[in-house]
């Protein structure tokens, strides 16, 4: 083989397919063998055939149908991808995109989901993705799982401390009144402070001077005489 020839060679995908409705299964196998770089090794009726097939001709890619007879194709993934090794890759295949069957799918191991509604194109390209160690889901579904995904993360998102309602955090603690205020500062908040002292106040330290006649008039409330007790 000239070095050439090592440069153009290409890996052919040596591919399983199971499904339990005869046409459907002969268009996916018919439709895989026109590639060059496909081979359908093998196909399968329901999901224990597909486990048994797979154990005997070790495919780098099963294409499973899930609902299938005997054996449901995410109990097949799950035993092909643990007897393999994850050396066999699973994309998985269905008529109904519900999303219990792409979790559960998903969870046994599967690397790809389509749907059986997919052009020829989506599903070459889907088979050649999976095989090769990477993950596929159809759009619709990718963009199902996106919107959860968005929904599921807002509905944990924190609120923000400046909308908790009044009296959260700190008791009796107001945004909008001054910081002195909150912390028991019962004296005039420093805007109402006049600039200047009056000169005609006297100072705040100092007691306002005594009037005279004030001793006199405070002993007639007590109840003394003009000329006292």
């Known amino acids: 083989m000239t070095p050439v020839e090592l440069e153009t ?17 002969t268009g996916f196998v018919n439709l895989l063998n026109t590639q060059e770089d496909i081979d359908v090794v093998g196909e399968a009726e329901d999901g224990v055939q597909a486990v048994r097939i797979a154990a005997e001709t070790r495919p780098d890619l099963a294409l499973l149908d899930i609902r299938m007879p005997h054996k449901n194709g995410i109990d097949a993934a799950r035993e092909i991808l643990a007897a393999s090794e994850g050396a066999t890759k699973v994309l998985m295949l269905t008529t109904f995109g519900l999303d219990e069957y792409v979790y ?20 070459l390209h889907a088979v050649r993705v999976v095989a090769g160690g990477n993950a596929l889901l159809s759009p619709e579904i990718t963009k199902r799982l996106i919107a959860e995904f968005v929904h599921a993360r807002a509905s944990r998102l924190p609120v923000p401390p400046a909308r908790r309602p009044h009296g959260a955090g700190d008791a009796g603690a ?17 805007h109402h402070r006049p600039h200047r002292e009056d000169p005609h106040q006297p100072p705040l ?19 003394a005489g003009p000329g006292g007790r």
């Open 9 to 25: 060679e290409t890996h052919v995908i040596r591919a399983l397919v199971a499904d339990d409705q005869a046409v459907v299964r």
């Open 104 to 123: 559960d799918a998903l969870a046994a191991g599967a690397g790809g989901f389509l749907l059986k509604d997919a052009t020829f194109p989506e599903l």
């Open 174 to 190: 107001d945004p909008d009144r001054p910081r002195a205020v909150q912390r028991g500062d019962r004296g005039p908040p420093h």
């Open 205 to 223: 330290h100092q007691a306002p001077a005594a009037r005279p006649g004030a001793g006199r008039d405070r002993g007639l409330r007590d109840g």
